[in-house]
C-alpha cells in the first residue's frame, strides 16, 4: 500500500481491516507477519523519523532474529547493524576501562547468543543491534510492503466500540456485539486519531492492536491499568562520541563492560567500530538533574581516564516491572509494552515484543483467512501473558544484583589487598550469568497449557532460565537441527501449519501418501498445511530421537501443535491447534500407525 509522512488529513482512510496503534518494533513486525499471510493492515504512529539518539534496546536475540529470518529481514538487519557479531561476544565485569587500574572480574563469554559461524539452537544467532538501526529496517520493508499503510504525524487517542467504556457511541450503523473474538464484521470499532495541530478523523476497524507502549492509548481505552511495581533507584542512559576511548581501553573488545566503581557504577559499550559509545550510570537518584556535564563526568568515571566526552543524549529511566491483567478484550488486543514493561536487566523487553507480535500474527489471519475456530484468537493472552510474567520475574531479579552492588574500593588495589577482593568479586558475580546466558529462557517457555495444543501426557522439562533442554512436548519450540544437506530444519516449515515426520520412520513412502488424512482434513477447513519427510541432522541423528515421536505438527510460529505416530490422529490434532476443538490426552503409542 502506501507510506503516508506527515500524512494529510484526507490521506486517513475511514474504513480498515486491521489497525495497528504503534509503529514501533512490536507494531511494525505484526504488520509484516500479517502481510506475509496476505492480511493488510494499517499502521498509526505519531512519529514521522526515527531518533537515532534513543537506542533503548540493543540486543536482538536469537529467538527474535529467528522470527525475523521468517519475513526475509535476519540479514538485512545484520548488514545494518553497525557491530558485527564477530567483533565481539563477551559481557566483561571490571574496575574500569583504561590504565593499570582496569582490572577484569568476570568474563560472560557468548552472551545473548553471540556465536559467531554456525548456531546450534536455532538457525539464527544473536545481534547487537540499536533499536533504531532496527526500526529502520523494519520501517523500510514496510514502505516496499503493499499490504502495509503506515500513516506517521498521526496518534490514536481512543477507542470506541462493543465492550468498551462508551460502547457503540460515535459508530453509526454498529451493531450491539458481544465483544467474541473473531466477530468484528457485525460490530466494528470508531479509532479516533490526531495529529499535532490537534485535527481529529475517526477510523473505523474491525481489529485494533494496542502496540502503543508503556501509556497506551489503546489500553486506557479498554480501561486496563498495568499491575506491578517499580525499581527504588533510577538509572540514566547517555549516548556520547569519544575519538580516544576506543585505543584506550586495555581490556579484550566486548559488547558490554559493566563497571563496579565505588563511585560510579554502570555499563558501558561501543554503539559503532566508529566514535560513539552508550552507558547506562545505574543507581541514579531520580530526584536529581544530570546536565550534560554531569553526565560526561559520569562516563569518566566509568572509563577511568580523562578521554574526551561530546555527550550526544541522556535519557533518565526507571525499570518497571508491569504487568496487564488481561491482554485483550473483544477484537481489541495489546501487544508488547503496552501489555507489559520489563526491566531491561538481560536485554528481554524488547525481545518479549516481538514473540506477542509473532504468536497475534498468525491466529488474526487465521480468523481473517476464514479458517480459525472460537478457541484460536483468544488464546493469544493465555499463552503469552505467562511468558511475559516468567521474564519479568527473572529480570527483576537480575535488577537486585546491579554493578554498584559489588562494589569495593580495593578492587582497583594492586598488590594482595586488590587480588583478594577481586577474587571475592570474581565468585559474586556468578549470579549474574542468567543475566547474559538466558537460553533456558529465551528457548525455553512453552504453552503447554492452552487450548490449541494437544497434550500427550507428557512433561515438559523442568523450567531454568540459564540451561534449555530441546522437547518437543506439545507447547515447546520445536527443536532445532541442521539437516545432512545443511538446510536449518526451520527452512522446512511452511506459512502454515507444518507435519513433520522423520524420514526414517516413512519407510520411502511419500509424505503426501503417509499424512493424506492430515491434507483431507486441511482441504475440508481450508487451513494451510505443508507436509515433509525430515532427517537425518547433519550429525546423523534420526529426528524422532529428537521429537520422542515419529512425527510432529508445527504451528506457524514454529511451537509444537502435536507430537504422535498416527497419521489419523494429527488430522483431528489439526482441528484442535486451529481452535476448533479441545482435543483429549492422546499418550504416546509405541509403534507407527500411518497407512
Not at 530 to 548: D, M, Y
Amino acid at each position: 500500500m502506501s507510506t503516508f509522512q506527515n500524512a494529510k488529513s484526507a490521506e486517513i482512510p475511514a474504513e480498515v481491516r486491521v489497525l495497528v496503534s504503534g509503529g514501533g518494533p512490536s507494531g511494525l513486525f505484526l504488520a509484516l507477519d500479517l502481510a506475509s499471510r496476505g492480511v493488510p493492515s494499517t499502521v498509526i504512529d505519531p512519529r514521522t523519523t526515527v531518533d537515532p539518539t534513543r537506542p533503548r534496546a540493543k540486543t536482538t536475540n536469537a529467538r527474535t532474529m529467528t522470527h525475523l529470518r521468517r519475513l526475509g529481514l535476519a540479514d538485512a538487519l545484520r548488514k545494518a547493524s553497525p557491530l558485527p557479531v564477530d567483533y565481539a561476544q563477551d559481557v566483561i565485569f571490571c574496575t574500569g576501562l583504561t590504565g593499570p587500574s582496569a582490572h577484569e572480574l568476570r568474563r560472560f563469554r557468548n552472551a545473548f547468543q553471540l556465536v559467531p559461524g554456525t548456531y546450534g539452537p536455532q538457525p539464527e544467532c544473536g545481534q547487537q543491534v540499536p533499536q533504531p538501526v532496527l526500526e529502520e529496517v523494519l520501517r523500510a520493508a514496510v514502505a516496499d510492503n503493499p499490504l502495509v499503510t503506515f500513516v506517521t504525524g498521526w496518534a490514536v487517542q481512543q477507542v470506541r466500540g462493543p465492550g468498551i467504556a462508551g460502547g457503540d457511541a460515535g459508530l453509526p450503523g454498529a451493531g450491539p456485539g458481544t465483544g467474541t473474538h473473531g466477530e468484528a464484521a457485525a460490530a466494528p470499532y470508531a479509532v479516533v486519531v490526531a495529529d499535532a495541530s490537534g485535527a481529529r478523523r475517526t477510523i473505523r476497524a474491525d481489529y485494533v492492536i494496542g502496540a502503543d507502549g508503556g501509556s497506551s492509548a489503546v489500553r486506557r481505552s479498554l480501561g486496563i491499568r498495568l499491575e506491578g511495581g517499580s525499581a527504588a533507584l533510577s538509572n540514566i542512559s547517555i549516548l556520547f562520541r569519544s575519538q580516544s576511548l576506543a585505543s584506550a581501553v586495555s581490556l579484550d573488545p566486548a559488547v558490554q563492560y559493566w563497571v563496579v566503581g565505588s563511585e560510579t557504577s554502570g555499563m558501558v559499550g561501543p554503539m559503532d567500530l566508529a566514535e560513539t559509545w552508550w552507558a547506562i550510570v545505574q543507581g541514579v537518584d531520580p530526584a536529581v538533574t544530570v546536565t550534560a556535564g554531569d553526565a560526561a563526568a559520569m562516563v569518566r568515571s566509568l572509563v577511568g581516564v580523562d578521554v574526551d566526552v561530546e555527550v550526544m543524549a541522556t535519557d533518565p529511566w526507571t525499570a518497571r516491572m508491569l504487568l496487564a491483567p488481561e491482554y485483550s478484550r473483544g477484537n481489541v488486543f495489546l501487544v508488547g509494552d503496552a501489555a507489559h514493561l520489563n526491566p531491561p536487566w538481560g536485554g528481554h523487553g524488547f525481545n518479549t515484543c516481538i514473540g506477542d507480535a509473532a504468536n497475534l500474527a498468525w491466529k488474526l489471519a487465521a480468523v481473517i483467512n476464514g479458517w480459525a475456530g472460537p478457541d484460536l484468537l483468544a488464546s493469544y493472552g493465555d499463552e503469552r501473558r505467562p511468558v511475559a510474567a516468567r521474564t519479568i520475574r527473572d529480570a527483576a531479579e537480575n535488577g537486585k544484583a546491579l554493578a554498584y552492588h559489588f562494589a569495593d574500593p580495593d578492587l582497583a588495589l594492586a598488590g594482595p589487598a586488590g587480588d583478594a577482593a577481586r577474587r571475592v568479586a570474581h565468585d559474586a558475580l556468578a549470579v549474574k550469568q542468567s543475566e547474559f546466558d538466558s537460553l533456558g529462557l529465551v528457548l525455553g517457555y512453552a504453552y503447554a497449557g492452552s487450548p490449541v495444543v494437544v497434550p500427550d501426557g507428557s512433561s515438559l522439562p523442568a523450567e531454568d532460565p540459564i540451561h534449555y533442554v530441546p522437547s518437543a512436548v506439545p507447547g515447546a519450540l520445536l527443536p532445532h537441527a541442521w539437516l545432512a544437506d545443511g538446510t536449518s530444519l526451520y527452512s522446512v516449515l511452511g506459512r502454515g501449519f507444518t507435519l513433520l515426520g522423520d524420514a526414517g520412520a516413512l519407510g520411502g513412502v511419500p509424505a503426501v501418501t503417509v499424512f493424506e488424512p492430515v491434507l483431507a482434513a486441511a482441504a475440508r477447513q481450508g487451513i494451510s498445511v505443508t507436509v515433509a519427510a525430515v532427517g537425518p541432522s547433519a550429525e546423523g541423528t534420526v529426528l524422532s530421537a529428537l521429537w520422542g515421536a515419529d512425527a510432529v505438527l508445527v504451528r506457524p510460529d514454529q511451537h509444537v501443535a502435536w507430537r504422535g505416530n498416527s497419521a489419523a490422529a494429527a488430522a483431528d490434532a489439526l482441528a484442535a491447534a486451529a481452535g476448533w476443538a479441545r482435543h483429549a490426552q492422546e499418550p504416546l503409542s509405541r509403534t507407527i500407525s500411518f497407512p
